[in-house]
Every structure is written in C-alpha cells, then in structure tokens.
C-alpha cells in the first residue's frame, strides 16, 4: 500500500508541474548533493539555428556545401539536425536523395550522397581524420564538419539559448549545499561558455553516451547521493543509474521511461519544486 502522505504529496506534484514515477525516490531526496544536468534540451532550449555555413574545398561553392550538409541530415531526428534541415528548407535547397544514412553515436552522422560517402561530424571526431585541422572561427557555436575520402569539404555552426530559469535554478541548487555539474556530448568551448554564464564550475564536455552513466557511477561510489536530470536518448542510461533520475517531460519516451520524477512543463526550476515537497513529505511521515 502507498503511505497516504506519500500519495497526496503525488497529487500535489502533478498541481507543481511534477510526475512523480516512483515515489520510493521522495525518500533519498534531502541526502542529495550532486545535481548533474545535462546541457542541451535540459540548461538549453534545445532549438538551435544555423549561424554559419560554408565550404572549405575550392572545388565545391558554399551553397552545395549546405546542400551536402543538409542532404546528409535528412533521416536524422537530432535537433541539430532539424535546424539545418529548417535553413536549408528557408533556403529553398533541394536535397540530394541520401541513402546508408548512420547515426554515429556522440559524434554525427554519414550516409552516401551521389555514389560518395560522406561524414557530418562534431570538431572532436573531425580531427582524428583530418591533418593539418584548419583554424575557423567558430565562436562558442555548435559546430559540424563535413568530410568525403579524408578531406574537408564544409562545416556548419548552430547556436543554442540557455533557457530563461536555467540561473535561477543554479542558485537556488547551491543555497541548498547541492553542487551543480553540467555534463555534455557537446564541445568544450560551447560547454565551458554555457557553465560560466549560469555559474557551474564543474563540466565535462565532449562525452559518449556512457560517459555519463560511468559519471553517475564514480560520484556514487565516492560515497555521493546523485540527482540526475536530462532529455535525450543518451541520458536514459545515466537517469537510471543516478539516486534519482529526472526528465525533461518534452525529452524523448526513453528518458521519460528511464526516469523517477518527470518535469512535464519542461521548466527545469521544478526541480526545486521537488526537493521542498519531497521534505515536506519526508517531515509528515516521520
Ligand atoms: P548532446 O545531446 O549532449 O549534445 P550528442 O551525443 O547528441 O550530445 O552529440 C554530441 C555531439 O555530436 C553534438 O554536440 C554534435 O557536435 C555532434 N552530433 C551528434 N549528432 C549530430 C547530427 N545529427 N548532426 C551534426 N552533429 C551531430
Ligand atoms: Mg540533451
């Protein structure tokens, strides 16, 4: 049987914008204090836009370079993707046909385009295939490097916003002795601009989707009690793994699936929400 102060507490959740999943979590929740977060879709909007796109081969001008690009995103659900897809479409661009379109799991995508395989890649992955990497100037964007037989053919910038509550929710974190970390697939640079603007001192870029399970993992066995929250595919194996999984309601079914606590307004100051009415609840029963 459910505890009735437990069960209301659940009602009560629903009213703050919260699914409690599994309410056997309400109990660990004052014993927290490591709040790990993913970035994108979680401290970030999740909707990018293209800022820059061009060619870095003579032979191909810039607008086939974007063509490519976006031609190779087609079967991608990404939201990196969606945005390329979205600026080519603004562009009036028609799409080659693609097909062995592959997700290449923290790092891109490849597919073949006109008999040619080509790579849509993050920075990290580019440079392992690349020589002589060139210097472009990026900014703190997002950004994807389109390769064909181990050259350079393009590249592409997108830029994210960090959601309006996101430095609210950072400070209210730390007033409650918890420490905020951010983990990301995304690169340093991008990561470390996003950490500075919102206060977090603790990041790790340029992550597998395990990485962030193995995370979850070391902190706990350092004797640490972990809340994780995130939206994509590959946070679903950390969210389990952590003391307390928590998903982004507009994220994907599998971190909804993977999670205890739900944020169904997708508003990640509901977090705080949580952990006040899981004290609440937690004086009441004892
Ligand atoms: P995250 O959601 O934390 O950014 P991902 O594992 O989804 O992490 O992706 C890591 C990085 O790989 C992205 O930041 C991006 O640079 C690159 N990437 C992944 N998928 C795509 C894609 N479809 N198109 C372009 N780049 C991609
Ligand atoms: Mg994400």
């Known amino acids: 049987a ?14 703050n914008g919260l699914l409690i999943r599994n309410r056997n979590v ?33 032979s191909v001008s810039p607008i086939e370079a974007l063509k490519l690009i976006a031609s190779i995103e087609q079967d991608s659900t990404h939201p990196i993707a969606k945005s390329i897809l979205q600026y080519a479409h603004e562009k009036q661009i028609e799409l080659l046909p693609l097909s062995e ?9 490849s597919g073949v385009l006109s008999g040619k395989e080509y790579l849509l890649v993050n920075e990290k992955a580019a440079r392992e295939i690349i020589t002589n990497f ?15 037989d181990k050259t350079l053919i ?10 309006s509550s996101a430095s609210s929710l950072i400070k209210q974190i730390k007033q409650l002795n918890i ?3 951010m983990l990301t697939g ?26 962030k399970q193995k995370i979850v993992a070391k902190l706990q066995s350092e004797g640490n009690k972990v809340m994780m929250v995130g939206d994509g595919i590959n946070d679903a194996p950390s969210l389990a793994k952590a003391d307390i999984g928590v998903a982004i309601g507009a994220g994907t079914d ?18 705080i929400s949580f952990l006040k009415l899981a004290q609440n609840t937690q004086k009441k029963t004892v």
Request: hydrophobic share 35%; charged share 25%; with cysteine.
């Open 2 to 15: 459910i505890p009735l102060v437990n069960a209301k507490s659940t009602s009560i959740g629903a009213k």
């Open 26 to 58: 309400i109990s660990v929740s004052s014993k927290i204090n490591y709040l790990l977060m993913d970035k994108t879709g979680t401290l970030t909007e999740g909707k990018f836009q293209v800022r820059k796109c061009d060619s870095l081969n003579e």
């Open 101 to 109: 379109s592959k997700n290449i799991s923290g790092k891109g995508v």
């Open 134 to 148: 060139p210097t472009i100037d990026v900014a703190d964007y997002t950004t994807s490097y389109l390769i064909q």
């Open 154 to 163: 393009g590249y592409v910038a997108v830029g994210d916003q960090v959601k």
């Open 179 to 181: 420490t905020p970390v």
């Open 186 to 211: 995304d690169n340093k640079k991008v990561a470390d601009s996003i950490a500075k603007k919102l206060g977090i001192t603790e990041v790790y870029s340029e992550l597998m989707p395990e990485d």
């Open 254 to 271: 599998v971190a909804v699936d993977s999670a205890d606590v739900v944020l169904v307004n997708s508003e990640p100051t509901d977090i």
